[in-house]
């Protein structure tokens, strides 16, 4: 088997090879900045939590539209998303929960309701697409919605981008200043939802929130600069979307699955070799002054 038909006849052969790939590097554009902003935020277990409280729209997507309508369940998807946040936070301000508690308490519900809803109305093969995603199965419409998704996100986040960092850094200093925190917040959870619901498209319920987080996770490692980060999390999201690819294809296994088991194995080898990794505190010398 040479390399070529190792790593590039596949994408060369197959038009859904083509379009998952296109997915992968649209996902990796718009969901990489954004988990790298979730992680500075200390908003990790929010992502995951948010990635599951989509669910219960999917699944009145999935009814409405009598079976596995991308479209309609990513519609479905965002309404619940953004419903969930606009709750999340409102508890959070009118109650003494804090904003992580009332996620994680509508992480559960929303979970356990559309696995409730999918499994009365659909197949066992239905609940597993839900819950693991179809990206082989995009078709042009999804890749189109998906596409967007990534480049509303990037436009965005050019736009609000000091303001936002403002507020995840120093969120007291922009509220001293008049910069309308509360806002750029909104609009943030607006950017993990939506991009939440396209990696929804592809990987599922269960690891939408994969692509978005581990790469994130990796960027953090080698890099110290936000920018840097950014780009190093959408370098490595692109890498696993294609060698999870490749290797679901010659093995035949999963695609989703393999794809965030490749960016695992991106992060497990960063917290070994990166500059803040294992091996550079084991073997790094201590100096002393004289």
């Known amino acids: 088997m040479t390399l070529y038909s190792t790593f590039v006849s596949p994408f060369i052969d197959y038009g859904f090879m083509r ?12 969901s990489a900045p954004v988990g ?18 989509i669910l219960p729209g999917a699944a009145v997507g999935f009814l409405i539209a009598g ?7 990513g519609l479905g998807g965002l309404v619940a998303g953004l419903s969930i946040a606009l709750l999340s936070g409102l508890i959070s301000r009118t109650t003494a929960l804090r904003e992580d508690a009332s996620f994680a308490s509508f992480y559960l ?10 499994s009365l109305k659909g197949s066992n093969i239905d609940l597993l697409h839900v819950l693991f995603g ?28 000091r303001p936002l960092v403002a ?16 806002l750029f917040h909104f609009l943030f959870l607006l950017l993990v939802v939506i991009n939440l619901v396209a990696s929804f498209e592809a990987l599922g319920t269960l690891m939408a929130v994969g692509l978005m987080m581990l790469p994130a996770a990796v960027a953090r490692l080698w890099a110290q600069t936000l920018p840097m980060m950014f780009a190093i999390a959408a370098a490595t999201a692109a890498v696993s979307g294609y060698l999870g690819l490749v290797a679901s294809f010659h093995f035949a296994v999963a695609s989703g699955p393999t794809i965030i088991l490749t960016a695992s194995c991106i992060y497990g080898a960063s917290l070994v070799l990166s500059p803040t990794g294992l091996v550079r505190r084991l073997y790094s010398r201590p100096h002393f002054n004289a």
Request: hydrophobic fraction near 60%; charge should be positive.
């Open 67 to 73: 079976g596995l309508s991308l479209p309609a369940m």
């Open 167 to 182: 507020e995840c850094f120093d969120p007291g200093f922009l509220r001293a200043v008049g910069g309308h925190g509360s």
């Open 134 to 161: 179809t990206i082989l199965a995009i078709d042009p419409r999804a890749l189109c919605l998906v596409g967007g998704i990534a480049s509303l996100t990037i436009i965005t986040l050019a736009l609000i981008y």
């Open 19 to 30: 379009r998952a790939l296109v997915a992968c590097i649209a996902l990796a554009l718009g």
């Open 109 to 118: 519900t929303s979970l356990a309701l559309g696995v409730l809803i999918v």
């Open 36 to 53: 790298v902003l979730l992680m500075l935020r200390r908003m990790s277990l929010v992502g995951d939590a948010m990635s599951h409280a």
